[in-house]
Structures are given as structure tokens and as C-alpha cells.
């Protein structure tokens, strides 16, 4: 436990949850109920064993912060988590249900064991975050969220790309996601690298697609085959160059395969909201 002011909370708080959650215990030391309460805090971040911070926050001497959060009533704990206020409660509460809020509010194991791996990611550090995200699903075979995040990771992060190894340890985790998790618009963009990545393998090298394309706008099949090679190697905007000339040529060639994997080739740029936001816009007038 902390004490916390305005000068540190960004630090103990705001970073602070980003790693895991912080109770923010707002309080002050005329307050009998805070005197009651801030023991068991205490007993329980111990108890937890790390699994949350505990702050304290004196509202008399920290004025900002109780008008920033509408604190009315003391004692009155705030949880953050990836540095947002996420619930709270007020009052001297009972151990026995600060115990259930914290039980609320604290991820399991497998949802620790996710959150460590992006933080593996952040570091650079892919095999252990792969190991990391393997433990959760071996788990639970049934966490959507693990398997996009793991072929995300085999398709997006790895320096120097996958290997054929690595593509069909994805295209595993892809096939086992369940309705909700194809549901999401991160699974039609891990499909398409997917695609790209495996249909690169097949396509004539890049300078012979650009002469192909240079020769004869027209051929779509060739800008299509250019557009794919283009999202193998990472090199969106020109995918997305391309696609939108095929859709601006002939919006329904391939069933209007282009359209679908511009829009998914904008997911895999979500990273790069300007750069989204302009195709979006070209592609609306386009379309309109």
C-alpha cells in the first residue's frame, strides 16, 4: 500500500493498472468507517498476493482528485484497469464482500497468462509470448481471444515473417475459433495475411507482377495477384493501391473478392488510423 497525490497518481495509477488492476482507496483520517475499512485492504492485498495494488488516497489533501472522480462519500475505493476507472464501490464493506468484488474484478489465471503474453509482445519477446499464449489455450481451447492473439502473433510480429510452420500453427488457431470469435473483425483480417502469405508462395516474384500490371492495366487477375503479394510483404498502402483499382475498374470482379479484402487489409492497419481513415474515404467515393 501507497499513499497517492496528484503529483504521482499518473505513475501509481494510470501506468500503474496498465500491468495490473489498482484499488484506489479514497479516505481521510477523521473518517471512522476509512479506519475500519483500510485494514482489510490491506490483509487483502497481501492475501491476493500481487494480483492488485492497493493505493490510498487522502481526499482532504488531494482536493483534484475526489472533485476529478465525484467522490461524495468516504470511504470510497475505485478499481482501475488498463488505465481506465472500471467499478468501485462506498462504504466500510465487509471482508467477505470485498473479497467477491476483487473476485469480480481480477482476471483468472487464463486471462493473467494473456495479459502477461502482451506483455511479452510489447517487449519483444514472441517465443515466450507464443508459449504464453499456448498455455491459455491448452487450457482452454475455447478462448477465441487467445487464438486471434496467438495468430496474430505468428502472422504479424515475428521478424522475418512465418515460416510454413508457423503459417499452419496459425491457420490451426483460426480453425479453432468458435462463432463469436469469427465474428470479429480481427479473424477476416488474420484471414487474409493468412491468405496472402500462402498464395505469395505460389505468385510470380514482385517485379514480374509490376511488369505485368505496367503493361496492361486491365488485367485484374495480375493487380488482384500484385494486391496479395503486397499484403506478404507488408506493404498495405500499395495493397490497398491496388485493390481499389480493381474495385474502381470492376467492383464485382472475383464476387467482389477485392472490396472484402480492402476492408480486411484496413484491420490489419488498425494500428495507423490516419492511414485507414483516407482509404476509407477513397474507397466511399469510389463506391459512391
Not at 54 to 73: A, G, H, T, W
Not at 112 to 132: C, P, S, T, V, Y
Not at 161 to 167: A, C, N, T, V
Request: aromatic residues 6%.
Amino acid at each position: 500500500m501507497i499513499e497517492v497525490n496528484l503529483s504521482n497518481f499518473e505513475h501509481e495509477v494510470i501506468e500503474a493498472s496498465r500491468k495490473v488492476p489498482v484499488l484506489v482507496d479514497f479516505w481521510a483520517p477523521w473518517c471512522g468507517p476509512c479506519r475500519a475499512l483500510g485494514p482489510v485492504l490491506e490483509r487483502l492485498e497481501e492475501a491476493y498476493g500481487g494480483r492488485f495494488k492497493l493505493v490510498k488516497i487522502n481526499s482532504d489533501e488531494s482536493p483534484e482528485l475526489s472533485q476529478q472522480f465525484m467522490v461524495r462519500s468516504i470511504p470510497y475505493v475505485l478499481a482501475f484497469a488498463d488505465g481506465n476507472p472500471v467499478d468501485g464501490f462506498i462504504g466500510a464493506l465487509p471482508e467477505s464482500q470485498v473479497r467477491a468484488f476483487l473476485d469480480r474484478l481480477l482476471p483468472g489465471s487464463a486471462e493473467a497468462e494473456r495479459r502477461r503474453a502482451h506483455k511479452l509482445i510489447g517487449e519483444g519477446d514472441f517465443a515466450g509470448a507464443l508459449a504464453a499464449l499456448r498455455t491459455v489455450i491448452g487450457a482452454d481451447p475455447e478462448n477465441d481471444e487467445a487464438r486471434l492473439d496467438l495468430a496474430d502473433v505468428l502472422l504479424n510480429r515475428l521478424p522475418g515473417g512465418p515460416d510454413q510452420e508457423q503459417l499452419q500453427d496459425a491457420d490451426r488457431a483460426l480453425a479453432g475459433l468458435g462463432v463469436r470469435g469469427q465474428a470479429e473483425t480481427r479473424y477476416a483480417a488474420l484471414k487474409v495475411r493468412l491468405a496472402g502469405l500462402r498464395e505469395a508462395a505460389a505468385l510470380p516474384d514482385l517485379a514480374t507482377l509490376r511488369a505485368q500490371v505496367a503493361a496492361n492495366g486491365s488485367d485484374l487477375k495480375a493487380r488482384s495477384a500484385l494486391a496479395q503479394r503486397y499484403i506478404a510483404d507488408g506493404e498495405l498502402e500499395k495493397a490497398l493501391d491496388e485493390l481499389l483499382e480493381v474495385i474502381k475498374r470492376n467492383r464485382q470482379y472475383n464476387d467482389g473478392a477485392a472490396r472484402q479484402t480492402f476492408l480486411s487489409v484496413l484491420e490489419l492497419a488498425a494500428d495507423r488510423p490516419t492511414m485507414v481513415s483516407d482509404y476509407r474515404r477513397r474507397l466511399s467515393m469510389v463506391l459512391n
